[in-house]
T-cell receptor
């Protein structure tokens, strides 16, 4: 089955640090990947759509300069949280699906980001 | 029984009973629907999907029902097991896109 790998799974860092999270599709190619944010006991909130070879599409209210997305290949998208602050602490999850028809999104195991 | 918590509604069922988790979706133009299971600290895991041209689909121990008239989706789990305890989300895909909208989620607690 389709496997999505996300790394790192857990990050603790000081305020002001930039943090990069990687999302890889291991056994399929994905033109489009998605980045979500999830607060405790809440649903997934779509942050942005990552498009291979072009600019990401951000959802309303998501700062593109704060959350930089790069999708340089058909199997890798990265999310960089720039100059992170405690309010950026959250669970970040990526997803991808094979680029054909009715295929479900497959999710990585998420990254727990804690900013001190 | 079912109760509404601070954010997530919770459904408590006895082990061995059947579970029914409901979801109201928002967009009548959505053409594809998925149920996901999320365990603590992990990403959502695919359970079953259904296209808008169907009203029922069965998997192993799970059945998804789609009622487009009232924009309602349900997940039935037969003979619920302790390992089924998790949060369940429905997701709808907007027609013509690969963009998904997730429901609020339901926590399933299986009582021994």
């Amino acid at each position: 089955g389709a496997v999505v790998s996300q790394h790192p799974s857990w990050v603790i860092c000081k305020s002001g640090t930039s943090v990069k999270i990687e999302c890889r599709s291991l056994d399929f190619q994905a033109t489009t990947m998605f980045w979500y944010r999830q607060f405790p006991k809440q649903s997934l909130m779509l942050m942005a759509t990552s498009n291979e070879g072009s600019k990401a599409t951000y959802e309303q209210g998501v700062e593109k300069d704060k959350f930089l997305i790069n999708h340089a290949s058909l199997t890798l998208s990265t999310l960089t949280v720039t100059s992170a602050h405690p309010e950026d602490s959250s669970f970040y999850i990526c997803s991808a699906s094979p680029d054909r028809g009715y295929q479900p999104q497959h999710f990585g195991d998420g990254t727990r980001l804690s900013i001190l | 029984g079912e109760s509404v918590g601070l954010h997530l509604p919770t459904l408590s069922v006895q082990e061995g009973d059947n579970s029914i988790i409901n979801c109201a979706y928002s967009n009548s133009a959505s053409d594809y629907f998925i149920w996901y299971k999320q365990e603590s600290g992990k990403g959502p895991q695919f359970i079953i999907d259904i296209r808008s041209n169907m009203d029922k689909r069965q998997g192993q121990r799970v059945t998804v029902l789609l009622n487009k008239t009232v924009k309602h989706l349900s997940l039935q789990i037969a003979a619920t097991q302790p390992g089924d305890s998790a949060v369940y989300f429905c997701a709808e895909r907007l027609s013509g896109t690969y963009k998904y909208i997730f429901g609020t989620g339901t926590r399933l607690k299986v009582l021994a």
